[in-house]
């Protein structure tokens, strides 16, 4: 059973940076791709950024490109989401994600394993 834990976020003002981190245990994350979600308070759930096994393919969203970097770390079995520029309209909890292949999927569906959240608020 693979298990996902992030840390990271809190309460920064606006133009401000977090740098969020999602630690893997019970499989090696080295064979799969990594996302990102995040889930504003009555919104449904968006793909933020994901990166492919190897680390050599990113995608993001339009909203937070330039702006939130992910990253990974596979001998440490850890994903990283850099957030700088942060607007109040980041504000959510965000999740990470562990994908069913290698490549880099931007829908829920190719990800099958979720970690519990963290919140990011953005004040103005």
């Known amino acids: 059973q693979v298990q996902l834990v992030e840390s990271g976020g809190g309460l920064v003002q606006a133009g401000g940076s977090l740098r969020l981190s999602c630690a893997a245990s019970g499989r090696a994350l080295s064979s799969y791709s990594m996302g990102w979600f995040r889930q504003a308070a009555g919104k449904e759930r968006e793909f933020v950024s994901g990166?492919?096994?190897?680390?050599?393919?990113?995608s993001s969203a339009d909203s937070v490109k330039g702006r939130l970097t992910i990253s990974r770390d596979n001998a440490k079995n850890t994903v990283y989401l850099q957030m700088n520029s942060l607007r109040p309209e980041d504000t959510a909890v965000y999740y990470c994600?562990?994908?069913?292949?290698?490549?880099?999927?931007?829908?829920?569906?190719?990800?099958?394993?979720w970690g519990q959240g963290t919140q990011v608020t953005v004040s103005s």
């Open positions: 990166i492919s096994a190897s680390g050599g393919s990113t």
């Open positions: 994600a562990a994908g069913r292949y290698s490549t880099v999927a931007v829908s829920a569906w190719g990800y099958n394993y």
